[in-house]
């Protein structure tokens, strides 16, 4: 199936540093969503985005819809301890079936 | 409190010995899906299913069975597990509108088959 090119797949930085990732396909998406995975739990729905150029915000992140439709975009800004873990962009094709492909995922390490 | 619930969260068997995995939503979502996630793979769809008795194969199916018999509940079978399917598995549900791809997912089932 279908996979996306999420970079990097992971990321040391400081407290009070922005963050930012992304997510690229070779063919074109409908709609991007962005998750977040903690430890021993499941994905969580941060942001999601359903059409080309779009820009949303969700407190300190913010994430885009490319205008090609092929990429996606997340910002993190001013990180803080609480934003650690892997984070992963989603894309759906309205093929009728519901079906997200997944990134690979960005893990996310703060550094004290 | 909406949510997708899985049991159980750890599950140590053998090879070939059959298992099911639950999986039941509170949100009355039509679309329910199997993911197993490993690393550096992200998260792949096993099957899905978009009603009651309406299943699909999605990327990776084999080994695994599903039913839907009733909206709710959508459970994994695994008739006889190989080491290949150690994996940690989730669940997930949303809403069948075009207006709304958005999936809610479950705590996760750490499974190891030796």
């Known amino acids: 199936g279908q996979q996306l090119n999420q970079s990097p797949q992971s990321m040391f930085i400081q407290e009070g540093e922005d963050v930012s990732m992304n997510c690229t396909s070779s063919?074109?998406?409908?709609?991007w969503l962005w998750y977040k995975q903690e430890p021993g739990e499941g994905p969580v729905l941060l942001i999601a985005?359903?059409?080309?150029?779009e820009l949303t915000s969700n407190g300190r992140l913010t994430a885009q819809f490319g205008i090609t439709r092929k990429d996606s975009f997340l910002n993190i800004s001013a990180s803080i301890p609480s934003d650690v873990g892997i984070y992963f962009c989603a894309g759906h094709v309205n093929f009728g079936n519901e079906k997200l492909t997944f990134g690979t995922g960005t893990r996310l390490t703060i550094i004290p | 409190e909406a949510q997708v619930t899985q049991n159980p969260r750890y599950l140590i068997t053998v090879t070939g010995k059959k298992l099911t995995v639950t999986c039941s939503q509170n949100m009355n979502h039509e679309y329910m899906s199997w993911y197993r996630q490993d690393p550096g793979l992200g998260l792949r769809q096993i099957y899905y299913s978009m009603n009651v008795e309406v299943t699909d194969k999605g990327d990776v199916p084999e080994g695994y069975k599903v039913s839907r018999k009733e909206k709710r509940n959508f459970p994994l079978i695994l008739e006889s597990p190989s080491p290949n399917q150690t994996s940690l598995y989730f669940c997930a549900s949303s809403y069948q509108r075009a207006s709304s791809y958005e999936q809610y997912f479950g705590p996760g089932t750490r499974l190891t088959v030796t």
């Open positions: 063919s074109i998406f409908n709609t």
């Open positions: 985005l359903y059409k080309a150029g």
